[in-house]
């Protein structure tokens, strides 16, 4: 038992380690070889999105909602490859939620 709750406590160490190594990483997401650029923790918090002014186009809107969406889906998939990578050793492989 007391094995038990020591291995508790390390797993609850490495996931806490885990979490802030994932709050300072800063990932980018891309879109239109790098017209669209977005920014988001290893937490998941969107903290930046830029637009290069070429993408901007008053009579083709749509293709700018679609650069944002693109680049949006690329940083969150870079931010679950990240949690996956972190947390996946800390958990034993487990699926803890919100992670």
Do not use: C, W, Y
Request: overall charge negative; glycine content about 10%.
């Amino acid at each position: 038992m007391q094995q038990l709750m020591k291995q508790a406590q390390k797993m609850q160490q490495q996931v806490a380690q885990a979490q802030a190594e994932l709050a300072e990483a800063e990932l980018t997401g891309t879109a239109g070889g790098g017209l669209v650029t977005v920014t988001v923790t290893g937490l998941g918090e969107f903290k930046a999105v830029k637009i290069d002014p070429k993408a901007v186009d008053a009579d083709d809107v749509e293709t700018l909602e679609d650069l944002v969406l693109a680049a949006i889906h690329n940083a969150a998939e870079a931010q679950r490859e990240l949690t996956e990578q972190k947390m996946g050793p800390a958990t034993g492989g487990l699926s803890l939620p919100g992670f």
